[in-house]
Every structure is written in structure tokens, then in C-alpha cells.
């Protein structure tokens, strides 16, 4: 079992362009939930996924929004990127009370 | 607003020494506690999940301790060895399982040889 997947590593972007980052859950895990960690913060909680729905969502604005596939793969969306969006995106996936997290994306917006 | 906060920020310790750090949290509508070991460059590695007043887990030389009507958890390193070193994530959950996890800043474990 590969565990939690991301992609890509590392990301690169200007300010005012789109940026997708994708995860790939723990087999058997069909709920996936996104985590932004700013520098020197604990991760936050973006939203979670669930059944290909946003089940809730934690005080981020519309620019963040998500996508869960029927194979239960997520996507992250931010758009028209701000500097502060520059931060590790961390998806996690769980069952019952377990949540695994990936190793995250490091998004620099310049 | 959820706060967890966690205890001491940094700690260095010496190599064979036990140590210990402290995750305070919400007392009211407790679901379950996590702590995570987390490396660079790699995935935050669950250690315990927890959810049970007065639960107690171990794990080889780590384990931690719960207590619900206070609102704290403690997390102790037995013997410590250079592996150790890592941040470690304490993180709150409320409600049922659609509820995102609320992390602490963590604690930067550094242990010298």
C-alpha cells in the first residue's frame, strides 16, 4: 500500500494564476481532507471530501475550492494566487477515527 | 474559535534521557486526540489516536496520556535516541467524523548525541 499520495512536490506559481494539486488516498479510505501549513504554523483545515462532496469547510475563501473523483482522488483548486497563499498543502485520508496524512505539496507564489 | 496549544515550542535533550511535552486543548465536545511524529521531507506519521479519558497508549519507547475533563494531553520519549528527533503534532477533534482536524503549532524535538 502506497499510503497517501501527492502531487506534484513542489510548485511554482505567479500571483493572479491557478494552481491545482492532487491527491490519491490510502486504499480503502474514501474520505480525503486538505490541511494548509504556513511557515511556522500547525496545518489548517481547508475542507474535507466525502462521496464526491465538500462535507465541510473551514474559513477559507471561494479562490480555494476542491474535487473529489469516483475512485475517490482529490483535487485542490486555488485561484487567482496570492503571496500568502505560499505555504505545504497536506492531504490526509481516513477511516473511523484514523487520518494518514501525504507528505504535501510546497506551493511558492512569487 | 478551537486552540490547541502545545508546549514547550523547542526542546533539546540529550541522547538517553526521557523528556516529555504537553498538548492543551478544548475540554468541551471532545471527540478524539491525535499525535503525529513529523520529519522533513516526509509525511506526518500518526503515533495515537486517542479518545478516551484516562486513555494510556504506547508505543516501543513513546506514549502518551488523555485526560478529556481538563483538556490536556502528555506525550513522553523514553530514552531518547537521535531518531527522535522531529516535530511532533498534537491535533483536536470535535463532533463526528466530518470534522476537520485543529493542530497546535507543534513541539521541535532535538535530540543530542
Known amino acids: 500500500d502506497a499510503g497517501v499520495t501527492q502531487s506534484p512536490t513542489h510548485l511554482i506559481k505567479t500571483r493572479g494564476q491557478q494552481v491545482t494539486l492532487r491527491c490519491s488516498p490510502k486504499s480503502g479510505h474514501d474520505t480525503v481532507s486538505w490541511y494548509q501549513q504556513a511557515l511556522g504554523q500547525g496545518p489548517q483545515f481547508i475542507f474535507q471530501y466525502y462521496e464526491e462532496e465538500e462535507r465541510q469547510r473551514d474559513n477559507f475563501p471561494d479562490r480555494f475550492s476542491g474535487h473529489q473523483f469516483p475512485n475517490y482522488s482529490s483535487e485542490l483548486n486555488v485561484n487567482a494566487l496570492l503571496l500568502g497563499d505560499s505555504a505545504l498543502y497536506l492531504c490526509a485520508s481516513g477511516s473511523g477515527y484514523e487520518q494518514y496524512f501525504g507528505p504535501g505539496t510546497r506551493l511558492t507564489v512569487t | ?113
Not at chain 2, 14 to 38: I, K, M, V
Not at chain 2, 80 to 100: I, V
Open chain 2, 1 to 113: 474559535i478551537l486552540n490547541v496549544e502545545q508546549s514547550p515550542q523547542s526542546l533539546h535533550v540529550q541522547e538517553g534521557d526521557s523528556t516529555n511535552f504537553t498538548c492543551s486543548f478544548p475540554s468541551s465536545n471532545f471527540y478524539a486526540l491525535h499525535w503525529y511524529r513529523w520529519e522533513t521531507a516526509k509525511s506526518p506519521e500518526a503515533l495515537f489516536v486517542m479518545t478516551l479519558n484516562g486513555d494510556e497508549k504506547k508505543k516501543g519507547r513513546i506514549s502518551a496520556t488523555l485526560n478529556t475533563k481538563e483538556g490536556y494531553s502528555y506525550l513522553y520519549i523514553k530514552g531518547s535516541q537521535p531518531e527522535d528527533s522531529a516535530t511532533y503534532l498534537c491535533a483536536f477533534r470535535t463532533g463526528g467524523g466530518a470534522d476537520g482536524l485543529t493542530f497546535g503549532k507543534g513541539t521541535h524535538l532535538i535530540i543530542q548525541p
